[in-house]
């Protein structure tokens, strides 16, 4: 039996800022945005969207009825928890109107989190083959205004569909994996913004890699030769390049390996950092743009979660790939967006519920997404389904 990826669905602001108008405001040369780092836009956030809005906008674009009533697991993977008690993906199943006959939980490893979702929800398919498990991954990136981190901020939410028989991507249940207690980033429960030592964690992110490369290779004798791309998570896309640079070297592969990485950051460099959702963002940009993959072509996938986690596996691509059928909501998606100046970025990104808990109504008429944060009363936050006005 095949278990693996059947759906997968991507979905951020309507707002982004262009990374040569942000290196200007901060007085840096674009260059340094554009080339060292590899990022192009900037998801910008508004207060009416957070991960609950951001996840369910995704998968609605992907379930059908049919779906939610198979559907009997929920995983949502996030490090932007919006309490920390109650499950975000209660609020999903919720709005979305999956069954109640559902599993539904959070898990938290930084940017991991989701990863390990997927190989939580192939274990229980490949025990229950009528089942099907919807893995969220959706976080916001946030370092504060002019910090040396503001450049790798940006959000969204991947939602992916695992199934039997999947019409995307066959996972075959090999990983490796490789942990340690390491202090590269850190989120703690007091500060809206994260903390990062960032030379460090490019450093533990590429020894992560080869780590976990090197004992996959061990655990499966497969090698660079057997695989037509890998997938790296992007918290920006220069850093999955040093990590394939790292292994490639002269290898026969390297071109073709290079090459095809280049159609895996292609979203990646329009969006900035969505955490859990970086690598699989940046695999749908793959499948999507990609115009080289053919059915049974292996792609690598390599997981980080600072702090640390790391992890890689493999699937192969399914027959009945249809890259223009995953690409054309994506780049509808991007390509109306609303450009925002600095100062409107600036005054977007201070904006939110207040830290106090006090009850706050949003102005939703300018949010035309499906769902949305309405505020909130009582300690309780108000989400907002617009297409059915509940």
């Known amino acids: 039996m095949i278990v693996g990826i059947d759906k997968i669905a991507f979905f951020t602001s309507p707002y982004y ?11 840096e040369d674009p260059n340094k945005y554009l080339i060292g780092i590899g990022q192009q836009k900037q998801s910008v956030i508004p207060p009416t969207q957070d991960v609950v809005t951001l996840a369910a906008n995704a998968a ?3 379930l059908d009825e049919a779906d939610k009533q198979a559907i009997d697991m929920v995983i949502f993977g996030t490090e932007s928890g919006i309490d920390q008690s109650k499950s975000a993906a209660i609020y999903v ?36 083959p009528k089942s099907k498990v919807l893995v969220l991954a959706a976080d916001i990136a946030r370092y504060g205004l002019n910090t040396p981190g503001e450049v790798t901020q940006g959000g969204g939410a991947v939602a992916m569909l695992i199934t039997a028989q999947p019409d995307i991507l066959a996972l075959d249940g090999q990983s490796a994996f490789y942990s340690d207690d390491i202090m590269d980033f850190w989120r703690p429960a007091y500060r809206r913004e994260a903390l990062v030592d960032g030379h460090y964690s490019t450093d ?3 020894d992560f890699f080869n780590r976990t490369w090197n004992q996959y290779q061990a655990q499966t004798n497969r090698h660079l030769d057997d695989f037509k791309a890998i997938a790296f998570h992007l918290p920006f896309t220069k850093m999955g390049l040093k990590a394939l640079r790292s292994v ?32 699989y963002l940046s695999l749908l940009s793959l499948l999507a743009n990609s115009d080289d993959l053919k059915p049974g072509d292996r792609i690598g996938l390599f997981s980080y979660g600072s702090g640390a986690q790391g992890e890689f596996y493999s699937g192969k691509i399914i027959a009945d ?42 102005d939703i008429t300018k949010d035309h997404n499906r769902f949305v944060l309405a505020g909130r009363k009582a300690n309780r936050r108000l989400y907002k389904d617009t297409k059915n006005r509940i």
């Open 93 to 128: 199943q919720s709005l979305l109107g999956i069954g109640k006959s559902a599993r539904s939980f959070e898990i938290k490893q930084a940017c991991y989190g989701a990863t390990a979702g997927i190989q939580m929800a192939f274990d229980h398919v490949t025990q229950h």
């Open 321 to 362: 790939l249809q890259s223009q059928k995953l690409a054309e909501p994506v780049n509808h998606l991007l390509n109306n967006r609303i450009k925002l100046t600095i100062s409107e970025y600036e005054k977007m990104y201070q904006q939110g519920l207040p830290m106090n808990g006090r009850d706050y109504e949003f």
């Open 204 to 206: 533990v992110y590429i």
């Open 17 to 27: 800022i262009d990374m040569t108008d942000l290196a200007n405001a901060r007085g």
């Open 60 to 62: 609605d674009e992907i």
């Open 248 to 279: 490639v070297h002269d290898h026969p592969s390297a071109v073709g390996l290079l090459e095809q990485f280049e159609f895996s950051r292609q979203y990646n460099a329009l969006v900035g950092n969505l955490y859990t959702g970086s690598l």
